[in-house]
T-cell receptor, first 116, second 111 residues
């Protein structure tokens, strides 16, 4: 069964450092997403990406965040200068389509980011 | 801003009991999904409801979408310890590219 894979599963970084979280979406999917979940809180939307550009982003997704699809298979989330409050589980998801016709969003297993 | 409110937040029941989890909003959603999430893992889709008034059954789980497509419920019959987990509802506004998640219901089924 096709799946979304994320690496690493756990990343520990020092405050102020840059991190890149990596995702390989399902191959025939066109829409890609990053969500985050702070421990004990709800899953929050960060950004959606389609046709090599951001479709929508939340207030959380400020100038410290960026996304990229560098090579046609990977989808990355970069945090330029991490803060303690960036510590969370980050989930990547992909879908065949975005709006109009609903299709299932498949989620990866997540990357646990710990900022110390 | 569209919000999804889930209730209850926590539920601890005895094996064999029935339970209902609610997901409510003041906004209309084009579809609504129920996910289950295990600790340290990503959400896994259980079901999608699309049509107002729709009812879907998945073994002992019954999902309903409200007529106005603003609310949904998940009913579990004869709960088992294996049902323990975090249940999330998520809505597709239809005019956006994102899913909006509820805050989740943490279910514990005691043997």
């Amino acid at each position: 069964e096709p799946e979304v894979t994320q690496t690493p599963s756990h990343q520990v970084t020092q405050m102020g450092q840059e991190v890149i979280l990596r995702c390989v979406p399902i191959s025939n999917h066109l829409y890609f997403y990053w969500y985050r979940q702070i421990l004990g809180q709800k899953v929050e939307f960060l950004v959606s990406f389609y046709n090599n550009e951001i479709s929508e982003k939340s207030e959380i997704f400020d100038d410290q965040f960026s996304v990229e699809r560098p090579d046609g298979s990977n989808f990355t989330l970069k945090i330029r200068s991490t803060k303690l409050e960036d510590s969370a589980m980050y989930f990547c998801a992909s879908r065949e389509t975005g709006t109009g016709v609903w299709t299932e969003a498949f989620f990866g297993q997540g990357t646990r980011l710990t900022v110390v | 801003t569209q919000l999804l409110e889930q209730s209850p937040q926590f539920l601890s029941i005895q094996e064999g009991e029935n339970l209902t989890v609610y997901c409510n909003s003041s906004s209309v959603f084009s579809s609504l999904q129920w996910y289950r999430q295990e600790p340290g893992e990503g959400p896994v889709l259980l079901v999608t409801v699309v049509t107002g008034g729709e009812v879907k059954k998945l073994k002992r789980l019954t999902f309903q979408f409200g007529d106005a497509r603003k609310d949904s419920s998940l009913h579990i019959t004869a709960a088992q310890p294996g049902d323990t987990g975090l249940y999330l509802c998520a809505g597709d506004p239809g005019s956006s590219y994102k899913l909006i998640f509820g805050s989740g219901t943490r279910l514990l089924v005691r043997p």
